[in-house]
């Protein structure tokens, strides 16, 4: 077992929401040919024939207004261009036709294949060449927020594709549950009670020894006492402070502003570093829900099938979706002084590919602190990859960087 | 060991005006859904396709949202806390027909007057041709003087 495995102790998860792997790091393979970004050719057709490029024109707010859509039915369009036959190829090519359907404005429908150049986004471009960046983490479902974040907490969205309670009479436990069943210690930090839980509203209702704020994140940075899992919430939305100061949503929702995000991830990642004790027994991982309806070039893979089937008036397509392809390519970091610098995780498009979805979180943490033989999971749960395996240095790094907040 | 600056956030970023996204109103309704008693989580819709007993379309703007969210959120964390209350007392949970939740009204939340939005500078310009008289208040009030 390398040293830095031997050393792990905690794995912290940060989630962050709605934004597709291009759009954030695909101008990265201009400095890094490994990194599956963009080529500078990608290109989708609008609604009138013309082509919608992929360029470097995103910005930090007021430009994905309205909310672009990504619940099941549209994100289907943005995969396979509207086509429903059964022959049918993820093509990637229907981004700019779904988000015209919400505006009708042939221009502003072609903003949704912008992405940030590397340096609008220091924090994040800075930890993916750091660190290790994942070429082929995928969200869980090709569908919004909910479903997918529960695949991060329980392996499965128990056969849902969309927004609704999902948590009566579930058949797994959560990943908090099963630690805690284990004597571990298990919290899922979210930001403030404004901002509160996003979605295991059943865990606050009857265990909520599992919650904590942000704030309490960073006493126990400081005091040394983070438990084994650690499950990070960003702000949700802009509102005051319990002293009237201004609050931003850091979650990188649009139409929230995305330098509070990098905020926010900056803020997780110092409060680790500033411990040493800490950082050399931390893993973090910093991944986002789903792409939030935003291009990528990458088609989802096929999966493992999670034995539920989601019948046509869920998934709004007309067709009954059997949770057997994952959903669109999201952003995932894992940082750590025993990660070794500029490591590439391989996707789809590479030699040795290795597929990665928000159950490889669930499956990473009872492999590690419960038990890897731990049967009662999910069947995508189960098949999913697990990532300390990137933990693989003898010897810890001094020379990782250090963010300085304005 | 590189340092990376991370600027501030502008502060003309906050908007506590915005409407709330889909994601929120379901996190409105999740958390009502954990407030209520099975018996009064019904799926009754009224005619425009909502439910009944969510209070989330009366949430106009992300502040409001936030300040209702964390009512919810004390409730749900109450009612735990009665619960633990009842099961130290040897009380049953569910002793008895299940009490008519009400869930809290949605607060009102009063913003700070948003700031005026400066007028562009081309725009300013056009405003004061060149060669007319300064229009400062002193300016003015001494013009309707002479009138």
């Known amino acids: ?406 | 060991m590189a340092i990376i600056k991370v600027p501030k956030t502008p502060a003309s970023a906050f908007n506590p005006r915005r409407t709330p996204s889909d994601l929120i109103r379901q996190q409105i309704k999740h958390l009502e859904w954990a407030l209520l008693p099975a018996a009064q989580r019904q799926p009754t819709r009224r005619k425009d396709g909502t439910l009944t007993w969510f209070k989330g379309g009366a949430v106009k703007t992300e502040a409001q949202a936030a300040a209702y969210i964390a009512v919810l959120t004390a409730r749900v964390q109450d009612a735990y806390a009665d619960y633990q209350a009842r099961a130290a007392r040897g009380l049953p949970r569910d002793a008895g027909p299940a009490p008519v939740v009400r869930l809290p009204k949605v607060p009102t939340v009063t913003l700070a007057p948003r700031p005026r939005a400066k007028a562009p500078k081309a725009a300013r310009k056009r405003a004061r041709p060149s060669g007319a008289k300064k229009t400062t208040r002193k300016a003015v009030k001494t013009a309707r003087r002479r009138r």
């Open chain 1, 1 to 406: 077992m390398p040293v830095g495995l031997d050393k792990l102790k905690h794995i912290v998860v940060l989630m962050m929401e709605n934004r597709s792997f291009d759009h954030m790091l695909g101008g990265l393979r201009a400095l890094d040919s490994r990194i599956d970004g963009l080529t500078g050719t990608e290109f989708n057709l609008d609604t009138n024939g013309g082509q919608a490029p992929a360029t470097p024109d995103a910005k930090f707010q007021s430009q994905l207004d309205p909310d672009p859509n990504h619940h099941f039915a549209a994100v289907d369009v943005q995969i396979f261009d509207g086509d429903l036959s059964p022959t049918r190829q993820a093509t990637m090519g229907g981004f700019v036709k779904s988000y015209f359907e919400q505006r009708r404005d042939v221009k502003h429908s072609k903003k949704i294949m912008f992405h940030f150049a590397p340096e609008k986004l220091p924090v994040l471009t800075t930890l993916a060449r750091e660190f290790a960046v994942f070429n082929g983490w995928f969200s869980s479902i090709p569908g919004p927020t909910l479903c997918n974040r529960a695949f991060a907490h329980y392996g499965s969205s128990f056969g849902h594709v969309d927004m609704n309670v999902f948590y009566p009479n579930t058949i797994f436990k959560s990943v908090y549950q099963r630690l805690d069943a284990a004597g571990k210690k298990a919290k899922i930090y979210f930001f403030d009670f404004q901002s509160s839980t996003m979605e295991i509203v059943n865990l606050l209702q009857h265990q909520p020894q599992f919650f904590g704020s942000f704030d309490q994140f960073q006493r126990d940075c400081v005091a040394g006492t983070l438990p084994d899992y650690s499950f990070i919430e960003p702000n949700y939305s802009d509102h005051n402070g319990s002293g009237g100061e201004a609050l931003l949503a850091s979650d990188q929702h649009p139409d929230h502003d995305v330098r509070e995000g990098e905020r926010f991830i900056a803020s997780v990642y110092n409060s680790l570093q500033a411990n040493p004790a800490l950082w050399e027994s931390t893993a973090l991982l910093i991944v986002y829900d789903e792409h939030g309806g935003i291009y990528d070039h990458v088609p989802p893979p096929p999966c493992t099938p999670d034995g539920a089937v989601a019948q046509p008036g869920q998934t709004g397509t007309g067709k009954p979706f059997f949770f057997d392809r994952l959903g669109v390519r999201v952003p995932a970091i894992l940082v750590s002084p025993w990660v070794a610098k500029g490591t590439v995780v391989p996707g789809p498009n590479d030699a040795n590919p290795r597929i990665f979805e928000h159950a490889s979180i669930p499956k990473t943490v009872t492999d590690f602190f419960v038990d890897p033989n731990f049967a009662d999971r999910s069947p995508r749960e189960k098949a999913a990859e697990t990532f300390t395996d990137l933990i693989s240095l003898d010897v810890m790094r001094t020379d990782t960087p250090v963010f300085q907040l304005g």
